[in-house]
């Protein structure tokens, strides 16, 4: 097995609405996805996701800044940057846990980040995120 981390990662930072099937060269056919608005088991549901993903927003960057990893199970960081019409220009940071099995093959992926960072953003509904957030800070 050569290193699955590696070439997931570079996957993800070459990702576009063109090349979307080279995440099947790198996930499993059972596949568990989770971010803090979807939860799915399979490939071609995670799949979907970013098909969709890529639909509403024209621009989409992933950019990994650091992993850590430990045979089959690892950690990236990493910065999400977008655009759409309706929010500009914007970016999220977080992490992922990911797994892999004995082929290298992602078996599960999970997403960590504000949700909030990104409603903020949306008319009407950001402001009512943002007073709430200051209002709950310390």
Not at 39 to 54: G, P
Not at 111 to 133: F, H, N, T
Request: proline share 2%; with cysteine.
């Amino acid at each position: 097995m050569d290193n699955w981390l590696e070439n997931y990662i570079n996957v993800l930072e070459k990702l576009d609405r063109n090349n979307l099937q080279s995440l099947e060269t790198v996930t499993a056919d059972t596949l568990e996805f989770r971010d803090p608005f979807n939860h799915t088991h399979s490939q071609q549901a995670f799949l979907a996701i970013m098909a969709d993903m890529f639909e509403k927003l024209p621009t989409v960057r992933f950019t990994i800044h650091q992993s850590m990893q430990d045979d089959l199970s690892a950690f990236i960081r990493w910065t999400f940057t977008a655009n759409s019409k309706m929010t500009g220009e914007f970016s999220v940071e977080g992490t992922s846990r990911l797994e892999a099995d004995s082929q290298g093959l992602i078996t599960l992926h999970h997403d960590y980040w504000d949700a909030s960072e990104l409603m903020q953003r949306l008319p009407v509904l950001g402001c009512i995120i943002g007073k709430l957030r200051c209002k709950l800070s310390h």
